[in-house]
């Protein structure tokens, strides 16, 4: 009796600490210092209501914005609650017949030369809201002639929006794909 009563005290004990007060300080020191990201990193639009997370991609379909890095969650593209990658290895034959279709949707969009894996492979999560700025560049081309505006107006724009590597060593340079889409849909409703 005795072990079972301190085996229940220790469980009681670490569910209040486990439980409630370590998560409860770990939140109050991520809101106290990292409030933006603490709250989902929400993104708004120009209307200041939120239109995402420069955290989860999005889809965009339309030719006048930047496409994402494709999507592989389940039941619908970026799909937080099922985030994961496809598990398709380079030689499953639907796997294949995936990316030559996606390939084939971006030259047939405008898109020339060779197109960089990040717009044809899924990320492991399903839900990159980031592409590389080489991906974002052979998409400048459709953008600019479909919202009427020089490449070198989109291409400023898309300067403005890469973010180099973090501490100048760390991940790659990268384009988050809502706030670009967002800048270039301000610029357009000036």
Known sequence: MKDIRSALVMFILFTIICGGIYPSVVTGIANAVF???AQGSFVTGKDHRVVGSSLIGQPF??????WPRPSATVDFGY?????GGSNSGPTNP???????ERVKTLHDAGAAGSIPTALV???GSGLDPDISPEAARIQVARVAK???MTAEQV?????AHTRERQLGFLGEPRVNVLELNLALD????R
């Open 35 to 37: 409030p933006k990201q």
């Open 94 to 100: 639907e796997y294949l017949k995936t990316v030559a």
């Open 146 to 148: 479909v919202r009427g």
């Open 155 to 159: 291409e400023r724009i898309l300067a």
């Open 186 to 189: 301000n610029r357009e409703n």
């Open 61 to 66: 379909s339309d030719a006048k914005y930047f």
């Open 79 to 83: 799909n937080s609650m099922a985030s």
């Open 121 to 123: 492979q899924a990320s």
